[in-house]
C-alpha cells in the first residue's frame, strides 16, 4: 500500500500537514500516537512514566504493522521515535512514500516552547535537548525519506502545495 507517511522531529507539524494532505489528496488521515492514545487510554506521557520509553516504543511498532496491513491508502503522521527503531526502518519503506518534514533548532524550539507533551524534553535545558535529538534524529530521517521540505521558511500553503508537487512528481516517477 503506497500511504503517504509524514515523519518529522516533534513541532515539526506533521499533524496539522497531515491533517491538510488528506483534505486536499481525499484520503483518509491517521496519527499514529493518537491510535496508540485510543487503544491504551493514556497519554504518551502516561505510557512513558508508568511503563517506560521501551514499552511506548514496542506500542508504536504494533500499531506500525496494524497500518501495513490497512488497504485503505491514507496519509499517516508518525510520531518522532518511529523511525529510529531499527525494526521500524523496514517497515517505513513498505507502508509508502515518506516525506521528512525539516524544521531548523530556532524553528522547533519556538514551536515546543511551553509543550509539556514529550518527556524526552522534561528537565533542564530544553535547548540542549532538542539540539541533541536533532543531531541523533535528522540522520536517520534523511536516509528513510523519500521527499524532504523544510518547515518555517514558507507559509503553510506553500509548505503544503511544495509537498503536494513533490509527492505528484515522485509517485509519477516510481
Known amino acids: 500500500m ?8 516533534m513541532g ?4 496539522r500537514v497531515g491533517k491538510r494532505l488528506s483534505k486536499d489528496l481525499g484520503l ?15 497519554s504518551m506521557r502516561e505510557v512513558f ?14 500499531a ?17 521515535g518511529v523511525p529510529l527503531q531499527e525494526q521500524n526502518q523496514k517497515l517505513l519503506k513498505e507502508l509508502g512514500t515518506v516525506v521528512y518534514i525539516k524544521g531548523s533548532f530556532e524553528t522547533l524550539k519556538e514551536r515546543l516552547e511551553g509543550s509539556r507533551k514529550d518527556p524526552l524534553l522534561d528537565g533542564d535545558d530544553r535547548d540542549e535537548k532538542i539540539r541533541r535529538l536533532l ?5 536517520v530521517y534523511s536516509k528513510y525519506a523519500d ?26 516517477n516510481s
Not at 515539526?12 to 499533524?15: L, V
Not at 512514566?49 to 504494533?62: I, M, S, W
Not at 521527499?147 to 509537498?163: A, N, R
Open 2 to 9: 503506497n500511504h503517504v507517511v509524514l515523519i518529522g522531529f
Open 28 to 42: 483518509p488521515f491517521t496519527d499514529l500516537e493518537k491510535m496508540i492514545i485510543s487503544k491504551t487510554n493514556l
Open 64 to 80: 506500525l504493522k496494524e497500518l501495513l496491513e490497512d488497504t485503505e491508502r491514507k496519509v499517516i503522521s508518525l510520531g518522532a
Open 135 to 139: 543531531k541523533q534524529r535528522d540522520p
Open 147 to 172: 521527499i524532504q521540505v523544510i518547515t518555517g521558511v514558507k507559509s503553510f500553503d506553500g509548505l503544503i502545495q511544495e509537498i503536494e508537487e513533490k509527492l505528484a512528481a515522485y509517485e509519477k
Open 12 to 15: 515539526s507539524g506533521k499533524t
Open 49 to 62: 512514566e508508568r511503563f517506560g520509553e521501551p514499552f511506548y516504543r514496542a506500542l508504536e511498532t504494533v
